[in-house]
């Protein structure tokens, strides 16, 4: 009697191990996935209008870098057709050639930069979703660039020449605009949350297995009935 009364324990404890195993693989490997290059550039891509969705970290950051990629190509890609219109300009070396050179140089400049602020707004918006928070500060960021872009063209355009002073309105936009992007840096750097919020489920932790599999049965009472 002993010995069946043993053998059932052990059948049971080892029952109760298992389930423990079972139940920590399913929480490790609840939903999540690796995220490459590809996924991120997908991910920007397919939702470069969506201001309502979530973003996951890992995706964020992979657009991110290719959004300073495709942005410093852009740049040299216009410095070589910059280089080349110079050289169309017969007067290139007069104030007359460098007045007409200037408007294409500024675009040079500045629409990298533009393609850069204008790939990463949407994906900053579904990144402040993905952890919780309403997406007024990259919106304020947004606005706060396109004054700060405008005063620059006006006041830079006025001059005729990258030797002008944006003076305080523009260096008000432009500390207002690197302290809001110091804010979306650090949210951007934070964990999705695990729950479904608001903006719809997790990209990050879809099925939750971990919430959805019963705990394992106690079988420290049945032992002490038996």
Not at 35 to 61: C, K, P
């Amino acid at each position: 009697m002993d010995s069946s009364s043993t053998d059932h324990h052990h059948s049971h404890g080892d029952y109760s191990h298992g389930s423990h195993r079972h139940h920590r693989h399913h929480h490790n490997k609840s939903t999540t996935r690796r995220v490459n290059f590809l996924d991120g550039v997908w991910a920007g891509f397919a939702n470069l209008f969506n201001f309502m969705g979530r973003m996951r970290r890992s995706e964020y950051w992979w657009f991110f870098i290719f959004s300073i990629v495709f942005a410093v190509g852009c740049y040299f890609g216009f410095l070589i057709w910059l280089d080349y219109g110079e050289q169309i300009l017969v007067e290139k070396y007069t104030n007359v050639g460098k007045a007409k050179m200037f408007p294409y140089e500024y675009k040079s400049y500045s629409i990298p930069v533009y393609i850069f602020i204008v790939l990463l707004f949407s994906a900053q918006v579904r990144r402040f979703h993905d952890v919780g928070m309403r997406a007024w500060v990259p919106y304020a960021k947004f606005l706060v660039f396109v004054a700060l872009a405008w005063h620059v063209y006006r006041v830079a355009h006025a001059a005729r020449s990258f030797d002008f002073n944006i003076g305080i309105i523009g260096w008000s936009l432009l500390l207002a605009f690197i302290a809001l992007a110091g804010v979306i840096a650090y949210v951007a750097c934070k964990d999705s949350e695990k729950e479904r919020n608001r903006w719809g489920r997790s990209p990050k932790y879809r099925r939750k297995l971990y919430e959805e599999l019963p705990p394992p049965p106690d079988m420290s009472r049945k032992r002490k009935k038996t």
